[in-house]
């Protein structure tokens, strides 16, 4: 084709008599959405109602922490970089949230002010360290991941240790227990 000559639409997109090549060139998307469909036919097959409005809002809610997270990650991704540090994050921000909301409208929203902006704190401490003084990416997120992973399992245990100080010692069957579980059970999954 010379330089100049128009191409016509025909030549540009594939049409459904391209056979094989066009199939092969999609099977991972294809793939991809296959799996889709057998998940969530299975996944309907063992529960009534999972289409229903509640149970996607329910649904829908319990994974946008995840959707959040992976945008996230996707746009550090993208630009070339990896954090590692994501995960401790969540887990210091869930257990701050899941001890610290619900008393009132004011404090729900203080905390969640908090939360954010002591993520968006660990986000500069992260920038400044890799950009500033060159440390390796992946060596600093790291090392915050654990930073904030510990300090969400610290609160979780105090939480735990003040829920356990709240009951009675011993419940009927002699087991000392916190939030209805055994406490020893408790701790240990900490």
């Known amino acids: ?14 049409g459904p008599d391209t056979g094989w090549p066009w199939l092969l060139d999609r099977a991972p998307f294809l793939v991809a959405c296959a799996m889709l469909i057998v998940l969530v036919a299975t996944y309907a097959s063992f529960r009534e109602g999972v289409f229903s409005l509640d149970e996607l809002n329910q649904d829908t809610a319990a994974a946008m922490t995840l959707i959040l997270a992976a945008t996230g990650q996707t746009i550090v991704l993208l630009r070339g970089g990896i954090d590692l540090s994501i995960g ?3 887990s210091l921000g869930t257990v701050l949230a899941a001890t610290r909301f619900g008393e009132d409208s004011l404090t729900t929203i203080v905390y969640a002010a908090l939360i954010v902006g002591l993520g968006s704190l660990v986000g500069v401490v992260n920038g400044v ?5 060159r440390l390796q990416p992946f060596l600093v ?7 904030r ?3 969400g399992r610290t609160l979780r245990l105090l939480v735990l240790v003040q829920a356990h100080a ?4 011993h419940s009927r069957d002699g087991v000392e227990r916190a ?3 055994p406490f020893g059970r408790l701790a240990a999954w900490h």
């Open 179 to 181: 939030l209805g579980l």
């Open 129 to 133: 360290l890799i950009t500033v003084l």
């Open 149 to 151: 992973l510990a300090s």
């Open 141 to 147: 997120t790291l090392a915050t991941f654990k930073l």
């Open 1 to 14: 084709m010379a330089a100049g000559e128009e191409v016509s639409i025909e030549q540009r997109v594939p």
């Open 88 to 90: 401790g994050m969540i």
């Open 166 to 169: 709240a009951r009675p010692r």
